[in-house]
């Protein structure tokens, strides 16, 4: 294994923790292709080996909207119950594709 395929990025904008809202999705799949952009330009490409996660009040119907993510870490939607499960259910499906 690649030292690039032991790293896992987390990317939450300073700005969403502890919003009531996430960063709009569009902002972060730029956001997050700049991170693969740069991660490529160190590391010779292994940037598709590389999984970011992203975070910043990240609910129920916003993983599906994460082209450029491969997951979520949760906050305080992860409490609920319902949200999880709503959340779990997204990212099952996700893992499918």
């Known amino acids: ?7 896992i990025l987390a990317y939450e904008p300073v700005w969403a923790i502890g919003a009531s809202a996430p960063a709009a999705p569009d902002y972060v ?4 292709g700049a991170l693969r952009r ?4 160190a590391t010779g490409n292994a940037a598709a080996a590389v999984p970011i996660v992203y975070g910043g ?3 129920p119907r916003f993983l599906p909207s994460l082209s450029a993510a491969n997951g979520l870490f949760l906050g305080h939607f992860a409490h609920d119950p319902e949200n999880f499960g709503t959340i779990l259910d997204e990212a099952a499906r996700a893992n499918k594709r």
């Not at 294994?1 to 790293?7: I, K, T, V």
């Not at 799949?29 to 997050?32: E, F, K, Q, S, T």
């Open 29 to 32: 799949n730029d956001a997050l």
């Open 57 to 59: 009040s990240a609910g």
């Open 38 to 41: 740069q991660i490529a330009s």
């Open 1 to 7: 294994m690649s030292e690039a395929g032991r790293l």
